[in-house]
């Protein structure tokens, strides 16, 4: 599995931006796919998921009410739109598949995609 991160980019305080991550390769609609990000010198902290058989949607405290993750099967492409975004939400997103949704909040996926950049002005 192959996986293309996209949509990061430079918005101010309370700004909004769309993340998406195309599969590829073995896919499966019934996969979980998540986002997580890391600060410098730190772990990759999880951010959301979305299961592949119900699509229920998973989130770390610190972005609910504010992100929200879809999923369209038919493209293989998730996406992660944040909004009111704040200086702290600045860092690296990774999006990442796996079988189960336990695993994926735990941070143990079955794959990994690169980072994109998100960087939010005060």
């Known amino acids: 599995v192959q996986l293309q991160a996209s949509g990061g980019g430079l918005v101010q305080a309370g700004g909004s931006l769309r993340l998406s991550c195309a599969a590829s390769?073995?896919?499966?609609?019934?996969?979980?796919i998540g986002w997580f990000r890391q600060a410098p010198g730190k772990g990759r902290e999880f951010v959301a998921a979305?299961?592949?058989?119900?699509?229920?949607?998973y989130y770390a405290d610190s972005v609910k009410g504010r992100f929200a993750i879809s999923r369209d099967n038919a493209k293989n492409t998730v996406y992660l739109q944040m909004n009111s975004l704040k200086p702290e939400d600045s860092t690296v997103y990774y999006c990442?598949?796996?079988?189960?949704?336990?695993?994926?909040?735990?941070?143990?996926?079955?794959?990994w995609g690169q980072g994109t950049l998100v960087t939010v002005s005060s």
């Open positions: 979305i299961s592949g058989s119900r699509g229920s949607t």
């Open positions: 390769g073995r896919t499966s609609s019934r996969y979980t």
């Open positions: 990442a598949v796996g079988e189960t949704v336990h695993g994926m909040i735990a941070g143990a996926p079955d794959y």
